[in-house]
């Protein structure tokens, strides 16, 4: 028994901020135009799921209905995507929002929290719902302005027919009980821990294991009946060869904590493709496969 292999699109790196982000403008990794074809190369690698992030300064730039030809854009990314067997998983927020929304206070607004982000979300279930495989709204729900949003979120995506997800922080386990009444699933956000050798060991890479399994085994303690996922786990290092290393000692914890009982569906790596803020990806930037990639999807033939 293994678990599915999933890759994160990210705002930040797939697609860059729009320039009515309140982070943006910024470059991405060239996905808004190159899409077909990327995911495509993604499944062929023998991926089988994905955390596409529904960027909202994209599809609601300012109040009101979806931007039209951003929402026909992702239609036709999911279209495609199930046309080849690829399940996406909807990220929300990761991090940026529209700039409209930072004027009115941010996420962490009470206005907004109670009234522009649950019509946001309603808009994006009643648009694509019926073609996502599962909810992650947040790519972490443990800083204040999300855990603020949760309970809109709870409220308007129960009920749906795909999975609700509260991803969180390897540092948060034990806020894992907060959402236990209002989630499906459990998803943890992997830390390796700092890793800045230029030739890391094997006994660094020994720890990192026992890191990784610990943090696995002790968010399924947490999450009780739930399923848990890895719903992020970065490989941080410049060095790709390094990184590749990274990702194998991910593999290897999550097989022993499957092994020793634990059930863990899938887990997304990060990022599917590299691009500006993440220079090592299953991807390169020159969509060649990287380290990483062998890593990761080695053994699916054996398994």
Not at 61 to 81: I, T, V
Request: net charge negative; no cysteine; proline share 6%.
């Amino acid at each position: 028994m293994t678990f599915a292999r999933g890759a994160t699109l990210t705002t930040a790196t797939t697609f860059g901020h729009a320039d009515t982000s309140n982070l943006g403008p910024t470059a991405g990794n060239g996905f808004y135009k190159r899409w077909p074809d990327d995911l495509a190369l993604l499944q062929e690698l023998g991926l089988t799921d994905l955390r596409l992030t529904f960027d909202w300064a994209r599809l609601q730039p300012k109040p009101g209905d979806l931007d039209g030809a951003w929402a026909d854009r992702f239609e036709q990314m999911l279209a495609a995507s199930d046309a080849i067997g690829l399940r996406v998983w909807a990220t929300l927020h990761d991090g940026a929002e529209p700039r409209w929304i930072s004027n009115e206070g941010g996420l962490g607004d009470d206005n907004v929290a109670e009234k522009w982000w649950p019509r946001y979300v309603e808009r994006i279930a009643d648009r694509f719902g019926e073609k996502i495989s599962g909810w992650i709204p947040f790519s972490g729900v443990d800083e204040a302005p999300t855990a603020d949003g949760w309970r809109n979120t709870w409220t308007t995506l129960d009920g749906s027919k795909a999975p609700v997800v509260a991803s969180i922080g390897s540092d948060h386990i034990g806020h894992i009980a907060d959402h236990l009444e209002t989630s499906n699933a459990i998803g943890i956000v992997l830390e390796h821990g700092e890793v800045t050798d230029d030739d890391p060991g094997d006994e660094r890479f020994a720890q990192m294991r026992e890191r990784l399994q610990g943090q696995l085994v002790d968010a399924a303690e947490q999450a009780g009946d739930l399923p848990i996922i890895v719903s992020q786990f970065t490989p941080f290092h410049n060095d790709p060869d390094i990184a590749g290393r990274i990702v194998e000692t991910l593999v290897e914890a999550v097989d022993a904590t499957i092994a020793d009982g634990v059930d863990i569906e899938v887990v997304f790596l990060d990022p599917a493709i590299a691009g500006p803020d993440s220079p090592n990806g299953l991807l390169g930037t020159d969509r060649a496969a990287q380290p990483a990639s062998d890593a990761f999807l080695a053994h699916l033939d054996a398994g």
